[in-house]
């Protein structure tokens, strides 16, 4: 059974940065996409990146293009996310997801396993 498991939420002043990491287990895929998503209060969730096992190409969001990183650590078999110069409203919680296949899905029904999510909160 694939889990995720995601760590590193936290609270951040505006301009700061904060690191997010998601492990996974349990998965057979020959090639699969990691994803980030977040959700903030009274919003849909929101694609924030992608990031292909097999070649480590990557896909972003607009709202977060420029100023997130995803990267991931195969050895450990987890995914990070790096943010920087947050904003209040990358307030969300964050949730990490897993696909078997290489399309860089940025829509959440695309995806069949979900982390627990990690709260963010920027203050200004």
């Known amino acids: 059974q694939v889990q995720l498991v995601a760590s590193g939420g936290g609270l951040v002043q505006a301009g700061g940065s904060l690191r997010l990491s998601c492990a996974a287990s349990?998965?057979?895929?020959?090639?699969?996409?990691m994803a980030w998503f977040r959700r903030a209060p009274g919003k849909e969730r929101e694609f924030v990146g992608s990031?292909?096992?097999?070649?480590?190409?990557?896909a972003y969001g607009e709202s977060v293009k420029g100023r997130f990183t995803i990267s991931k650590d195969n050895a450990k078999n987890m995914v990070n996310l790096q943010m920087g110069s947050l904003k209040p409203e990358d307030t969300a919680v964050y949730y990490c997801?897993?696909?078997?296949?290489?399309?860089?899905?940025?829509?959440?029904?695309?995806?069949?396993?979900w982390g627990q999510g990690t709260q963010v909160t920027v203050s200004s």
């Open positions: 990031i292909r096992q097999s070649d480590n190409s990557t």
């Open positions: 997801a897993a696909r078997s296949g290489t399309a860089l899905l940025p829509h959440q029904y695309g995806y069949d396993y």
């Open positions: 349990g998965h057979t895929f020959t090639d699969y996409v």
